[in-house]
């Protein structure tokens, strides 16, 4: 823990998960106003501004704080780019055929199903074939039939 806190501002171990993040929460709450605190100049008879940043202007440290770490994002990016041009750009090594011996494929004959031959099945097997050349030699269009006519002119104020 840190030791710079008063024992009442240290976290209980008996309490639940969410009051230790409370407590957490406002720790964090509490630093990061102490570094706002240092970066930005206060200057005794200055307003403050609308966004919180003292009219005097924002610091030399805290401009090449944000320099820095905006230099340092567009650095990150273009290498971004520049990495995944480079990863596309590089082929892959082909593979290497193995040069050894040939798979065999052995075939073996079977038995015809008993149903093959069987004259039922053959005959119900012509009659299909023949009743799907009949249907698709017939024309199914129906040219009696049209849709109405629909009226476009629609008005929804009346």
Do not use: C, H, W
Request: charged fraction near 30%.
């Amino acid at each position: 823990m840190d030791q710079s806190l008063s024992p009442k501002e240290v976290p209980s171990p008996r309490g639940g998960f969410f009051s230790l993040l409370t407590d957490y929460m406002d720790r964090m709450v509490r630093a990061l106003l102490n570094i706002k605190d240092k970066l930005f100049t206060k200057v005794p008879g200055a307003t403050q501004t609308q966004g919180m940043v003292p009219a005097a202007g924002i610091s030399a440290r805290t401009k090449s704080v944000v320099r820095a770490l905006a230099a340092v994002f567009f650095i990150l990016i273009i290498a971004v780019f520049v990495v995944s041009y480079l990863k596309g750009r590089i082929q892959k090594p082909k593979e290497e055929e193995k040069v050894g011996e040939e798979a065999v494929t052995i075939i073996i004959e079977r038995r015809p199903s008993r149903y093959a031959t069987d004259e039922a099945v053959l005959k119900m097997e012509a009659d299909t074939k023949a009743l799907e050349e009949e249907i698709n030699r017939g024309d199914i269009e129906e040219k009696s039939l049209t849709p109405p006519n629909l009226n476009f002119d629609v008005n929804f104020q009346e």
